[in-house]
């Protein structure tokens, strides 16, 4: 049976269902997923619960970002999933709890993940403020995969793990078009 993260991932690019997710993330303590609230045409859904972040969109965003041809502007449209740690976002308290794809974890480092994904596109140590690490980027058939890391006194730290529909990695979709633009 497959990790809720690889079902998880599996709903890129499909409709949003908080009663779906929420029986993926049940093993987690998760009992409800909230709708999208949104009046604009994206949303994010958290899960503090199992540090999850979901990011949906309607059409034509999604399809701006992805260059998919969604239709239905009443569907909001799974676009990325975001597995958290402690210091990628104020709310997440506890790394997610469970195994991500390939078998690694929040606490797997950067050579275990290029070992299980091979060769990064992108592999670029970065500083902003509150930030200083390492960013691991794949581009794999119809999905990206972003893996940040921290640098911590002694060692890195996996703060994130971003699976995405092709083209919505942010600021690489436009800084790297040749590998991460739809």
């Known amino acids: 049976m497959k990790a809720p993260s690889e079902q998880l991932i599996e709903m890129l690019g499909h409709p949003y269902s908080p009663k779906c997710v929420q029986s993926l993330l049940q093993s987690f303590g998760v009992q409800r997923m909230p709708k999208p609230n949104s009046y604009f045409n994206d949303d994010i859904i958290w899960s503090v619960k199992s540090s999850i972040r979901i990011d949906i969109y309607r059409p034509p965003k999604i399809n701006d970002l992805t260059g998919l041809k969604y239709t239905n502007q ?86 994130s793990y971003t699976a995405c529909l092709i083209g919505c990695i942010g600021a690489w979709r436009n800084d790297s078009t040749e590998v991460f633009a739809p």
């Open 74 to 159: 009443e569907e909001w449209i799974i676009g990325a999933i975001h597995f958290l740690a402690p210091g990628s976002d104020d709310r997440i308290r506890a790394p997610f709890p469970g195994y991500l794809p390939k078998g690694i974890t929040m606490s797997s480092t950067p050579d275990e993940s290029i070992k299980v994904y091979g060769q990064p596109e992108l592999d670029e140590e970065s500083e902003w403020p509150g930030f200083i690490g390492r960013i691991l980027t794949w581009r794999k058939p119809g999905i990206n995969i972003a893996i940040e890391y921290e640098y911590s006194e002694s060692d890195s730290v996996m703060i």
